[in-house]
């Protein structure tokens, strides 16, 4: 999968919810897996029903 984006938030912003599993659930499903390691691999299990995450300035 290619996923290409462009965003109005530094790198830091982006990274955290990309690569912390809740972090990354809260964003786009119910429950998350992230390996990060050369060959690892995202896990996502959803769809997302109701859930509402807490607002992160930056």
């Known amino acids: 999968m290619l ?10 912003a982006v990274w955290s919810p990309l690569v912390e599993p809740r972090a990354l ?3 786009c499903c119910d429950a ?17 029903h109701g859930t509402t995450c807490p607002a992160r300035g930056g």
Do not use: Q
């Open 3 to 12: 996923l290409t984006a462009e965003l109005a938030a530094t790198a830091e």
């Open 25 to 27: 659930a809260c964003w």
């Open 32 to 48: 998350a897996e992230v390996t990060l390691e050369p060959g690892g691999r995202y896990r996502l299990e959803g769809p997302r």
